[in-house]
Nanobody
């Protein structure tokens, strides 16, 4: 599975962005897909996951502001980010877990700054 994230950029605090992750094949059978982010000097952290049977899960820091979703027809994973804060700044990576193997996209940079 090849993943390519896009949609990052510079946004002011309080603004919104929508990230997209395009998969090379069908995502309808992938059990878990998610978004992670990383800032300099810190480990990559979970932002949100979407599990086929369980549903969605969010980091406490983004609950109520971010929404993860996917389009099985277009093979796209999304992350809608609203009410962005400076601490949301980082490189965002999309992830797919298939048959116990983690696949990662190349990352897209989100900068929240005035």
């Amino acid at each position: 599975v090849q993943l390519q994230a896009s949609g990052g950029g510079l946004v002011q605090p309080g603004g919104s962005l929508r990230l997209s992750c395009a998969a090379s094949g069908s995502i309808s059978s992938i059990n878990v897909m998610g978004w992670y982010r990383q800032t300099p000097g810190k480990q990559r952290e979970l932002v949100a996951t979407l599990t086929r049977r369980i549903g969605t899960n969010y980091a406490d820091s983004v609950k109520g502001r971010f929404t993860i979703s996917k389009d099985n027809v277009k093979n796209l994973l999304y992350l809608q980010m609203n009410s962005l804060k400076s601490e949301d700044t980082g490189v965002y990576y999309c992830n797919a877990r298939l048959d116990g193997i983690d696949y990662w996209g190349q990352g897209t940079l989100v900068t929240v700054s005035s």
